[in-house]
């Protein structure tokens, strides 16, 4: 069991209020919070230990090389990686996506080829890979959601799927967890499938790594992305693992200083990896927060916060399936999704339940959450979304009940459409 309190403890800006009340923040699958150690750990590196890292011969870069590349090695070493070269630090999950597709996918995929996705994808494992059809010629392909609208993926219909594609599809991209729906996606046995026709799989990790144990190699994925201000670090800092015979296969996504071996005037050679995909001063201080932020999941255990997010899907699915009208997105089975909840209620705009929400100091999110094909299958224009992080208990979910039966009251009595703002 997690200590809440202790957590909640940790992070400086869940001590403050919103509107008078005290702050519940339910907007963790948009960015979480960022305990002291995290904070501390970024200052204590710009005020002691600030130099650009890798060839510098004194000490201040020397300290800040090590601290880096450390960095590298917790990393690794959290999502199972065996080689420090196959993890690269990027901005986030889009940038790391977004070099697989224009870096790899661009020179290996032509007219004739597939990328096969699902309908449930974020808009930043969907749109890179619209760009590298229309460039290429390549089909884009689609796997459905369920009817139930859970997001499930039947195996055998994927199977089918590839099978019908094979020889075909070159490269299968999802999510792990969805950002709307919170169902997890059986990422071993879809790349089994996906490997049995000779694809490549991409995987965007980032509603994934904060909240259930990852490895990398136990997925049997060949590019895996997430982003590092979802798990306690900070925002501006992600990593892009892939194998290591694709990276040395791929063309710099970046060039400049850093990652050149020789350099003349007409013509240039790449240093080896990761040096070569990483161009430029990196943000430093954020693979450092974001190593801090790792070794605080570590200390917590990754299987006792996917415990502790199961126990509070149980909570707020029972409580929120009480309110009338309200219609929750995704499995009702606790145990199929990751800490986030979507949902939508009869007559009430998302932007006008969260506006509410937000006057007793309950945050969450409201919108399409950047999957609007998705709300589009789903007949809705958009829907609000509670997530839950490890300093979050019960008591946040009863405050957003309270805030949501209170919003009813206001606004249900105009009996609003579902309207596009």
């Known amino acids: 069991m997690l200590k809440t309190d202790l957590i909640k403890s940790d992070c400086p800006i869940l001590k403050r209020e919103a509107k008078n009340h005290p702050l519940v923040y339910l907007d963790n699958a948009a960015t979480s919070q960022k305990p002291r150690q995290v904070i501390e750990a970024i200052a204590d590196y710009y005020a002691n230990h600030n130099a650009n890292v890798h060839r510098g011969l004194h000490t201040l870069s020397e300290e800040a090389t090590e601290m880096y590349e450390d960095a590298r090695r917790v990393v690794a070493g959290f999502i199972g990686a065996t080689d420090l070269s196959e993890v690269i630090f990027t901005t986030g999950t889009t940038e790391s996506l977004n070099r697989v597709a224009f870096t790899w996918a661009l020179f290996n995929l032509q007219e004739g080829d597939s990328i096969l996705l699902t309908d449930i994808e974020h808009h930043s494992n969907l749109i890179p890979w619209q760009i590298v059809a229309k460039q290429t010629g390549a089909k884009l392909e689609y796997i459905e959601i369920g009817s139930d609208d859970t997001g499930n993926i039947i195996l055998e219909k994927f199977k089918d799927k590839l099978s019908s594609l094979s020889g075909k599809v070159k490269l299968v991209c999802f999510s792990q967890a969805s950002n709307v729906l919170g169902t997890i996606l059986p990422v071993k046995e879809i790349s089994k499938a996906a490997h049995a026709v000779g694809a490549l799989v991409c995987i965007d990790g980032a509603q994934a790594v904060p909240h259930i144990p990852v490895n990398v190699q136990s997925l049997d994925c060949d590019f895996y992305a997430f982003s590092g201000h979802k798990m306690l670090g900070p925002t501006g800092i992600g990593v892009l693992w892939a194998r290591k015979n694709l990276l040395e296969s791929m063309e710099p996504f970046i060039y400049g200083g850093g990652m050149i071996d020789v350099v003349t005037l007409n013509d240039s050679t790449w240093a080896v990896l990761p040096e070569k995909l990483e161009a430029g001063t990196p943000h430093i201080a954020g693979a450092i927060g974001l190593s801090r932020a790792v070794k605080y999941l570590r200390n917590l255990d990754m299987k006792n916060i996917r415990e502790h997010e199961v126990i509070m899907n149980t909570y707020a699915l029972n409580k929120l399936s009480t309110i009338e009208g309200l219609k929750i997105l995704g499995p009702a089975d606790a145990q199929e999704r990751t ?38 299958k789903l007949n809705i224009s958009s829907s609000t979304r509670a997530s839950f992080y490890i300093y979050n208990n019960t008591d946040d979910i009863d405050r957003l009940v309270e805030g949501i039966q209170k919003a009813i009251k206001i606004l249900g009595k105009n009996k609003l459409k579902n309207l596009e703002y």
């Open 339 to 376: 800490g986030l909840i979507a949902f939508s209620v009869d007559g009430i705009h998302s932007h006008d339940l969260a506006a509410v929400l937000d006057t007793v100091g309950v945050a969450v999110r409201s919108g399409h959450h950047c999957c609007m094909p998705l709300h589009k």
